[in-house]
């Protein structure tokens, strides 16, 4: 499951173009050849997009659609000064992979080896690679599926969501411009993975912490509404988690937060009693609107908030979205109310010694993969409380779930329901039952 990484002796290819004093047709080390396609340095968009697509032959027997990256560079980038200063030391750090990662390998996490402390300098140097794509394919990705380990997906001409993906590009350039400045902050970044032994039980008499429902205009994500300085951000992951093409709050999340992008090399596909908590990342963006309409808003100055305690919670939810719902609301099928309590909890209780603060959470599961806003809603209070910390929870403004959520935690606070009362009415809901179709109300029915 290990990840061979470019610098690795074991990493071969063979010299297409003839670029070492190699005299085989043997398979060699990638370095070398990897070394003398970056070295002379590129001085244009040209000569950096012949790089890529040497280093694409080389590895994978042909070129990359790097329409888009020419377009963006064409536009938004200031060339000249990318190539005289910013670049060289892109260059610089993507060269000391063998120094900051001397076994050649990446060691995903896992339960015998849950933790992992990176050097700003060693995101850096992943982040340069997967921007180079010199990565291999991931080992727990199956062959037939398509591998998103580097960033090749937002080069090319054709993208779902240009708007997007342009905030993405401009992130990452902002990051490449960061690290030639060495305005990239001191902190290391942490990637724990958090597992669950079994369902989470409250107290009976546990009653609800405060919560706070914030109506927004329009979906952002900027530094307000990311958990700072001591809270914690929930990120609505898939089981793979990570980057795409698309605007989907993970992706926007991580597309504003280049440091946060080699998180993907280390996480295999997030079991139902796992999360990925990711410390320390600054965003260097700021993101607005949702999915065509997602763009850029700002860029974020350098060292004005302090990213080294900012804490991302990775946390998949339930694809419930092949059921036809106007039949049954899947989430109330066997099981799965404590499937999603056990992995809220998991991620919201997987602070160190001190609770965070708050955490920033919304519709967690209730976009593309079809859950039910009420019951992932109640869902979310049970487990915050039951870590003990206050949620703030993101709505729209438009939308009148955000009216009905204020009505029903009003009512559930100032009478004082327990924890376990909620969850013992949602676990006793049968997918079919009629009080599916106005869970907040039939909560309070049987309550109150």
């Known amino acids: 499951m290990r990840l061979l990484l470019p610098s690795s002796p074991d990493s071969l290819a063979h010299d297409r173009f003839s670029l070492t004093d190699t005299e085989t047709d043997d398979p060699i080390p990638f370095w070398a050849i990897l070394t003398e396609i970056l070295t002379p340095l590129a001085q244009s968009t040209d000569q950096l997009i012949d790089a890529l697509d040497s280093i694409a032959v080389t590895l994978r027997g042909h070129t990359l659609d790097t329409g888009n990256l020419r377009r963006f560079m064409d536009v938004e980038v200031d060339i000249q000064p990318f190539f005289d200063t910013v ?52 080992p727990w990705v199956p062959v037939n599926e398509e591998n998103s380990q580097d960033l090749h997906i937002w080069f090319s001409g054709e993208q779902p969501h240009p708007k997007a993906v342009s905030a993405y590009l401009s992130a990452l350039f902002v990051f490449f411009e960061r690290i030639s400045l060495a305005e990239v902050p001191s902190n290391p970044v942490s990637l724990v993975l958090c597992a669950a032994t079994e369902t989470p039980r409250p107290n009976p008499a546990l009653l609800f912490k405060l919560i706070s429902i914030t109506d927004l205009e329009t979906p952002s994500v900027r530094p307000s509404l990311l958990g700072l300085p001591a809270g914690a951000c929930v990120i609505s992951a898939n089981s793979h988690i990570g980057f795409g093409r698309t605007a989907s709050q993970e992706e926007m999340h ?26 320390g990342c600054e965003a260097v963006v700021e993101l607005t609107g949702y999915a065509r309409n997602a763009e850029l808003a700002s860029v ?35 099981r799965n109310v404590d499937r999603e309590l056990t992995k809220a909890y998991t991620a919201f209780a997987s602070y160190d010694d001190t609770p965070y603060e708050t955490i920033v959470t919304g519709h967690w599961g209730c976009g593309a993969f079809g859950g039910n806003k009420e019951i992932k809603s109640m869902i979310q209070w049970c487990a915050a409380s039951m870590a003990g910390i ?48 106005d869970a907040f109300h039939h909560v309070l029915r049987i309550l109150l």
């Open 87 to 138: 670049w060289p030391q892109c260059v610089a750090v993507a060269l000391e992979m063998p120094i900051l990662f001397p076994d050649g390998y990446l060691e995903p996490l896992n339960g015998e080896k849950p933790s992992l402390s990176l050097t700003p300098r060693q995101i850096a140097c992943l982040v340069v690679h997967q921007f180079l794509c010199t990565l291999p394919k991931l």
């Open 254 to 279: 991580v597309g504003c937060t280049p440091q946060s992008l080699p998180a993907k090399l280390f996480t295999p596909p997030l079991k139902d009693g796992e999360v990925m908590v990711l410390r």
């Open 300 to 334: 974020l100055p350098a060292g004005k908030n302090n990213w080294s305690r900012r804490t991302m919670l990775f946390m998949d939810a339930l694809a419930l979205d092949s059921y036809d719902t106007s039949e049954l609301t899947p989430d109330l099928l066997p």
């Open 390 to 437: 206050e949620l703030i929870f993101l709505c729209d403004k438009n939308d009148p779930f955000g009216s009905k959520f204020r009505d029903f935690t009003s009512q559930i606070l100032s009478q004082r329901c327990a924890v376990h009362d909620v969850l013992t009415v949602l676990r006793g809901m049968g997918p079919k039952d009629e009080g599916r179709l």
